[in-house]
T-cell receptor
Framework: GAVVSQHPSWVICKSGTSVKIECRSL??????MFWYRQFPKQSLMLMAT?????????EQGVEKDKFLINHASLTLSTLTVTSAHPEDSSFYICSASEDRVNYGYTFGSGTRLTVV | SQQGEEDPQALSIQEGENATMNCSYK?????LQWYRQNSGRGLVHLIL?????REKHSGRLRVTLDTSKKSSSLLITASRAADTASYFCATDMKYSGNTPLVFGKGTRLSVIA
């Protein structure tokens, strides 16, 4: 079945540094990738939608200059948290759409970001 | 933005009992999906029910959908300690591959052995 590989699974970084999270679709082409953020004991909130070769669409309240999304190929999308602060500590998870799968959505395993 | 609500927010039951979780949503949907998430882990897809379906079964799972009430329920029968997790419903408003799933707030289920 469709697999989305997300790395790293966890990362600890210092305030002010940037962190890049990668999501790769391993056996299908992901035209669209969705990025979600989940705070402890809360639900998944959509941050942005990225389409291969074009600019990402950000949800209201999500700073596009802080959360840089690049979807340069059909198999790779990256989310870079720039100048990270402790309030950016969260669980980030990507999801890709693949038409051949019954329900069409495959999720990465998530990245636990802790900013100290 | 979140589509709707799940209730209860938290549920604690004894092993062997049934667990019922409800989900309400706000807009028309193409399908509704249920996911499980163990603490700090990724999502596991459980079951999908399409808007023209009313009930679906998968093993110990039973899902119902009432589009007139914009609600769905997930029943886990004969619960096990391993079922302890958070459960989310997610709605797909217009599946085209370009629309995201919208998640409810989730129910935290604790199954006590």
């Amino acid at each position: 079945g469709a697999v989305v590989s997300q790395h790293p699974s966890w990362v600890i970084c210092k305030s002010g540094t940037s962190v890049k999270i990668e999501c790769r679709s391993l056996d299908f082409q992901a035209t669209t990738m969705f990025w979600y953020r989940q705070f402890p004991k809360q639900s998944l909130m959509l941050m942005a939608t990225s389409n291969e070769g074009s600019k990402a669409t950000y949800e209201q309240g999500v700073e596009k200059d802080k959360f840089l999304i690049n979807h340069a190929s059909l198999t790779l999308s990256t989310l870079t948290v720039t100048s990270a602060h402790p309030e950016d500590s969260s669980f980030y998870i990507c999801s890709a759409s693949e038409d051949r799968v019954n329900y069409g959505y495959t999720f990465g395993s998530g990245t636990r970001l802790t900013v100290v | 933005s979140q589509q709707g609500e799940e209730d209860p927010q938290a549920l604690s039951i004894q092993e062997g009992e049934n667990a019922t979780m409800n989900c309400s949503y706000k807009t028309s949907i193409n399908n509704l999906q249920w996911y499980r998430q163990n603490s700090g882990r990724g999502l596991v897809h459980l079951i999908l029910i399409r808007s023209n379906e009313r009930e679906k079964h998968s093993g110990r799972l039973r899902v119902t959908l009432d589009t007139s009430k914009k609600s769905s329920s997930l029943l886990i029968t004969a619960s096990r300690a391993a079922d302890t997790a958070s459960y989310f419903c997610a709605t797909d408003m217009k599946y085209s591959g370009n629309t995201p799933l919208v998640f409810g707030k989730g129910t935290r289920l604790s199954v006590i052995a």
